[in-house]
């Protein structure tokens, strides 16, 4: 069973089924001067007003870009002096500067990609707008869990990516409060005239269409995040009666329910996910754009002890299929196969550590 969804999330196949004219029959350059050229455009606008109402924007507001990292990056790479927190996605982390007194841009995720823990953006941007700092957050793992109203928000910059929320990937959203102050050329970028010169380059027809509707159907739906809660509840049942020596990691009282970050004591988070894997249970042992570095730093930077921190998986579940009763109980029995691996993990590690 897959329990990856906050890496990605498989394609809506309605989506999916709508975006084919766009590879068939509308598939014209949206830059070219002709009837298939004006309608992809067509095809680009209407995609980039359904964005700006699902975040209550408006669509001069929107930008399309390959994925949310790159919109992070055009972010950053905007200003000399930027900080962030130490929860970042690790684009983000990597342009983290210090030795300055006042900084212009503070970047904070609004939801931790492998904690799942909800930040109060709100209360943050404001802080940092008293300083005349700009804000940016990255809500890639916020859209369709909670509600995102940018206005609300007053953040300066928000990103978010499509395969997150069963869209196809390659594309990213930027959303800009005062598109007037960005400057004229792309700081990286040098081509066309595409997203009026900051994101050059032929558009992604079909993504940009897919994301559009994604934005439509998965918006945030307080009965979708109702059963979400009720099944993470279960979950944390399951575990509680499990026996296991185990802990939650969360850093804030507010989190999203489809994410779950579990360190089991003495276990080795990679031979669990190879275990699982065997199963054909699909886990992560961290976000998926770190993988490779065996300890978290986000787990880290949170305080988690060595005991416990190597012995961390990640569990996601999808919005798409959560009001599906059959989905909450292939869960569950899922979660019992867990445990049970989980105890021969540990048997398999006391079996090495008595023959050392």
Same mark, same amino acid.
């Given at each position: 069973?897959?329990?990856?969804?906050?890496?990605?999330?498989?394609?809506? !196949?309605?989506?999916?089924?709508? *975006?084919? #004219?766009?590879?068939?029959?509308?598939?014209?350059?949206?830059?070219?001067?002709?009837?298939?050229? !004006?309608?992809?455009?067509?095809?680009?606008?209407?995609?980039?007003?359904?964005?700006?109402?699902?975040?209550?924007?408006? #669509?001069?507001?929107?930008?399309?870009?390959?994925?949310?990292?790159?919109?992070?990056?055009?972010?950053?790479?905007?200003?000399?002096?930027?900080?962030?927190?130490?929860?970042?996605?690790?684009?983000?982390?990597?342009?983290?500067?210090?030795?300055?007194?006042?900084?212009?841009?503070?970047?904070?995720?609004?939801?931790?990609?492998?904690?799942?823990?909800?930040?109060? $953006?709100?209360?943050?941007?404001?802080?940092?707008?008293?300083?005349?700092?700009?804000?940016?957050?990255?809500?890639?793992?916020?859209?369709?869990?909670?509600? $995102?109203?940018?206005?609300?928000?007053?953040?300066?910059?928000? *990103?978010?990516?499509?395969?997150?929320?069963?869209?196809?990937?390659?594309?990213?959203?930027?959303?800009?409060?005062?598109?007037?102050?960005?400057?004229?050329?792309?700081?990286?970028?040098?081509?066309?005239?595409?997203?009026?010169?900051?994101?050059?380059?032929?558009?992604?027809?079909?993504?940009?269409?897919?994301?559009?509707?994604?934005?439509?159907?998965?918006?945030?739906?307080?009965?979708?995040? !109702?059963?979400?809660?009720?099944?993470?509840?279960?979950?944390?049942?399951?575990?509680?009666?499990?026996?296991?020596?185990?802990?939650?990691?969360?850093?804030?009282?507010?989190?999203?329910?489809?994410?779950?970050?579990?360190?089991?004591?003495?276990?080795?988070?990679? *031979?669990?996910?190879?275990?699982?894997?065997?199963?054909? $249970?699909?886990?992560?042992?961290?976000?998926?754009?770190?993988?490779?570095?065996?300890?978290?730093?986000?787990?880290?930077?949170?305080?988690?002890?060595?005991?416990?921190?190597?012995?961390?998986?990640?569990?996601?579940?999808?919005?798409?299929?959560?009001?599906?009763?059959?989905?909450?109980?292939? $869960?569950?029995?899922?979660?019992?196969?867990?445990?049970?691996?989980?105890?021969?993990?540990?048997?398999?590690?006391?079996?090495?550590?008595?023959?050392?």
């Amino acid at each position: 069973m897959y329990l990856d969804n906050a890496a990605t999330t498989r394609v809506d !196949y309605e989506i999916l089924t709508k *975006t084919l #004219p766009c590879f068939l029959e509308d598939y014209g350059n949206p830059s070219s001067r002709h009837r298939m050229g !004006y309608k992809a455009k067509e095809l680009i606008e209407e995609a980039r007003a359904k964005v700006a109402m699902s975040i209550n924007a408006d #669509p001069e507001q929107i930008f399309f870009f390959s994925s949310a990292t790159e919109a992070n990056n055009y972010v950053l790479n905007l200003y000399p002096r930027i900080a962030c927190s130490p929860w970042e996605h690790s684009s983000v982390e990597k342009k983290f500067v210090t030795g300055y007194s006042h900084f212009d841009l503070f970047s904070h995720m609004l939801v931790n990609n492998e904690t799942g823990d909800l930040f109060d $953006i709100k209360m943050l941007c404001e802080s940092y707008h008293k300083d005349n700092t700009l804000f940016h957050t990255d809500a890639t793992q916020a859209f369709g869990k909670v509600p $995102i109203d940018v206005k609300d928000l007053n953040v300066d910059f928000l *990103t978010f990516s499509g395969h997150k929320i069963h869209s196809l990937k390659g594309c990213g959203v930027l959303y800009v409060k005062d598109p007037s102050a960005l400057p004229e050329k792309n700081t990286c970028l040098v081509g066309g005239e595409q997203e009026k010169g900051i994101h050059p380059g032929t558009e992604n027809v079909p993504a940009i269409v897919a994301m559009g509707y994604a934005c439509e159907k998965y918006n945030y739906d307080e009965d979708k995040d !109702y059963l979400m809660n009720r099944l993470y509840d279960k979950i944390i049942l399951k575990l509680r009666d499990s026996g296991l020596d185990y802990r939650i990691n969360r850093i804030e009282l507010l989190h999203v329910p489809n994410i779950i970050n579990i360190s089991f004591k003495d276990v080795d988070g990679e *031979t669990l996910q190879d275990m699982l894997s065997q199963q054909l $249970i699909y886990v992560s042992t961290s976000s998926a754009c770190t993988s490779g570095i065996k300890k978290s730093r986000v787990l880290s930077a949170m305080g988690v002890p060595d005991d416990y921190i190597y012995g961390s998986i990640r569990l996601s579940f999808s919005y798409a299929d959560i009001d599906d009763p059959k989905y909450e109980l292939r $869960i569950l029995n899922n979660i019992d196969r867990i445990i049970e691996t989980v105890n021969k993990a540990l048997q398999i590690a006391r079996l090495l550590k008595g023959v050392e």
